[in-house]
């Protein structure tokens, strides 16, 4: 599969990967920690819950080098998929136990339409071993579209599920 090539950014809370397109756009691929998966990410001794320690939130984004800024409009570019669907493989790879969760920005209305893009792209990712389970959260005019992407290997996988389950109910509820 041909890709752009990857630089590997590690900061505390995030790991990242830059890569820069033939026609010179600069994307970032984040993997930031996420505890959206709980109302309270902590139990009742103060310690974080062990799903919180694992979950990331995974996207990605243009930027402009210059200014670092977000960039509108890019043109179709194949080797951008192949780079993402990457990244993605490659942290899974060297983070078996991490959840990813992804949230598609309703921006313009283009939820749905990132949300299948984005489902259509984890296809992708080796077939039997990961998962990618997707849902809608309506907010009054908004519909949030948000996945989850996990091994079917991990060892909380039931627990993962039943969490981001519970959690799209709770925050339907919190809308309705």
């Known amino acids: 599969m041909t890709r752009y ?4 950014e ?34 009742d ?21 210059a200014e670092n800024t977000l960039i509108k409009e890019t043109k179709f570019d194949p080797l951008v998929k192949n780079t993402i669907v990457f990244a993605i493989k490659n942290h899974l790879s060297e983070n078996p136990e991490h959840i990813l969760i992804f949230v598609c920005d309703p921006k313009n209305n283009g939820g749905r339409g990132r949300s299948t893009l984005f489902r259509r792209w984890a296809r992708e990712l080796p077939d039997d071993s990961v998962d990618v389970i997707s849902r809608e959260v309506r907010q009054k005019e908004t519909i949030l579209h948000t996945g ?14 039943s969490a981001y389950e519970t959690r799209i109910k709770e925050l339907q509820a919190k809308f309705e």
């Open 148 to 161: 989850l992407i996990i091994r079917t290997s991990n060892h909380l996988y039931r627990e993962v599920i």
């Open 45 to 65: 001794s103060g310690d974080e819950h062990p799903l919180t320690k694992l979950t990331r939130q995974v996207g990605f984004l243009v930027v402009d080098s």
């Open 5 to 8: 090539e990857l630089l590997l």
């Open 10 to 43: 590690k900061k505390q809370e995030e790991d990242s990967y830059v890569f820069v397109t033939k026609s010179g756009k600069v994307y970032r691929i984040y993997f930031v920690s996420d505890y959206s998966l709980f109302e309270n990410p902590f139990d």
